[in-house]
């Protein structure tokens, strides 16, 4: 079987850079890119912290790209409170990183997408993170990527529990609520990996410890980062057990669907700001007798998720520097 290509579309923070040290590991893709986005921090920032978590991972062929720097109906972003609160003012946990040598690419990270549905088609799968605006501005650029790309798997959303911003609303989708609906109503073959699902995968300082204990520069960075993420979950009262594997598990589902239970439902998101339910992940009540092009993870392999994400990570942190 041919390996899946894949893209990440990250908001550089804590927990895409799990997901980014995941991607890179696994034999089982090929990570042929990163699109920067908005939304735990700017989309510069964001770019330049994969680029040297790249670096650090020893992955500098993998090409970055800026993508969109504010939502579909903004004309500038600011980063909320609370995302730096979890995040720190860098979107790496106020940790400094090593400067990669390169640079962001110079094509911007929408035209990549566009250009890779067109080269790879069924054998692409697209991994947002962040909001869902590179995505609608790629389908609405040319409205045959929602059909070209083979799997879009993105983490964000919330359907059987509340959200994390709002009672209804996940932080992803509160970024741009209307590029979010539309593609929720475009895109084939999406499933949502959301706070259904990924509260449920709790990172411990036990698992940052073992990371810390390899004696690489890797290890002990990512253990730092995670460790400052861990601390504000339990300062904030997110959760005092741990905190949640947001990102690594919609890149573990992307690759291996059986960690998750799904329904299949066609979903839409609201945007109305005056319904008191905006930014809401719901099924579309006027296509539920169409045929159905999302899925949505409801339960998880809790504990083959987390063990198979710490021998992921002990193997890619100990062949580092």
């Known amino acids: ?102 640079k962001i690419e110079s094509i ?15 054998d692409l799968i697209y991994l947002p993170t962040g909001p869902l605006t590179n995505l609608a501005a790629a389908i609405k650029q040319d409205p045959e990527v929602a059909q070209l790309i083979g799997q879009t798997t993105l983490m964000g959303g919330a359907l059987t529990v509340p959200g994390n911003v709002t009672p209804f609303t996940e932080a992803n989708i509160h970024q741009d609520p209307e590029a979010a609906d539309f593609v929720f109503t475009h895109q084939k073959n999406l499933t949502m990996v959301g706070l259904d699902v ?57 690759i291996d669907p059986d960690y998750v239970t799904t329904i299949n439902l066609n979903t839409r998101v609201t945007y109305d700001k005056q319904s008191g339910d905006y930014g809401r992940t719901i099924g579309d009540s006027a296509r539920l007798l169409d045929a159905t092009t999302t899925k949505i993870a409801v339960n998880v392999d809790t504990e083959r998720f987390v063990r198979d994400f710490q021998e992921f990570m002990l193997d890619i942190l100990s062949k580092t520097a």
């Open 1 to 102: 079987m041919a390996t899946k290509k894949m893209i990440l579309d990250l908001d550089t923070g804590v927990d895409d850079a799990l997901a980014l040290a995941l991607a890179v590991e696994d034999p089982r893709i090929d990570l042929i890119g990163i699109v920067s986005s908005y939304g735990n921090t700017l989309v510069e920032t964001a770019g330049q912290n994969s680029l040297n978590l790249l670096h650090l991972l020893g992955a500098d062929d993998v090409p970055v790209y800026l993508g969109e720097s504010h939502s579909s109906t903004t004309t500038h972003f600011d980063v909320m409170p609370i995302s730096m609160a979890i995040h720190g003012d860098n979107g790496v946990g106020n940790i400094e990183l090593p400067q990669a040598p390169r």
């Open 108 to 122: 911007s990270g929408v035209q990549f997408l566009i250009d890779a549905a067109h080269q790879y088609g069924d």
């Open 198 to 254: 990924t509260l449920r995968t709790l990172l411990t300082k036990n698992h940052t410890q073992a990371w810390r204990a390899l004696d690489t520069l890797a290890g002990r960075t990512y253990a730092d980062v995670m460790d400052y993420y861990i601390n504000a979950y339990d300062t904030l009262d997110i959760d005092h057990r741990g905190a949640a594997l947001h990102d690594p598990l919609a890149v573990a589902v992307a």
